[in-house]
Structure formats: structure tokens, C-alpha cells
């Protein structure tokens, strides 16, 4: 069973930026997809970013493109979401999420299957 640890969450103004950090509790987290989704009230969550480990290719969402950056500490067990030129529309609950095994790795939210906590992210305008 691997834990996930997010951190990193908090309020920014309106273009801002914030650091999320995920940190995974077992190496195995290494081979497989990692990615960070987010959700608001009353609506599904959705896929920001993915990372595959072991080519470091990753997957972004059309509306966080440019903004934002995913990457991974492998000696850590940690990925990070970097985001810049934050938004209100941004504002959510934003979650580490990691997939058991498999070469696949994208934004289908079906697809993984350890989840975090979840850490807030509020942007003002």
C-alpha cells in the first residue's frame, strides 16, 4: 500500500504562484505514473499533470500548460507540481495520485490507484 503526503497548498493573489509536494512512501512509486489532480465543490475531480518516472515524460492539462510544471525527486520519493501564473480558476483541492503498476500514464482519473489527503489551493483576485 503506498501513502502519499501532499504539502505545499495555501492562498496566493491572482497570478501568484505556489509549490505542491507529494511525497510517496515507498520506492516502488519510481516505476509508475504519479500525477496531481484537483477538485471544486460539486464537480468531478479532473487531471492537472502526470509524470512516468522512468523516462520522465509528462502530461498536462490544455488549461495549466505553460503555467505549470511537474517534476520528480527519485532520491526523495517526491514529485512536485510547480505552478505559476496563478488564476482564480485555479482555486481547488489538489491531490497526489499514483497507479499501482503498468506503463501507462496520463490524466484518466480511473486509472490510479493510490490517492493523498489532498491540499488546498485558494487564488484571489
Known amino acids: 500500500q503506498v501513502q502519499l503526503v501532499e504539502s505545499g497548498g495555501g492562498s496566493v493573489q491572482d497570478g501568484g504562484s505556489l509549490t505542491l509536494s507529494c511525497v510517496a512512501s515507498e520506492y516502488t512509486y519510481s516505476r509508475n505514473c504519479m500525477g496531481w489532480f484537483r477538485q471544486v465543490p460539486g464537480k468531478e475531480r479532473e487531471g492537472v499533470a502526470s509524470?512516468?518516472?522512468?523516462?520522465?515524460?509528462?502530461y498536462y492539462d490544455d488549461s495549466v500548460k505553460g503555467r505549470f510544471t511537474i517534476s520528480q525527486d527519485s532520491a526523495k520519493n517526491t514529485v512536485y507540481l510547480q505552478m505559476n501564473n496563478l488564476k482564480p480558476e485555479d482555486t481547488a483541492m489538489y491531490y497526489c495520485a499514483a497507479r499501482s503498476g503498468g506503463a501507462w500514464c496520463g490524466l484518466a482519473r480511473t486509472a490510479f490507484n493510490f490517492w493523498g489527503q489532498g491540499t488546498q489551493v485558494t487564488v484571489s483576485s
Open positions: 509524470i512516468y518516472p522512468p523516462s520522465s515524460r509528462t
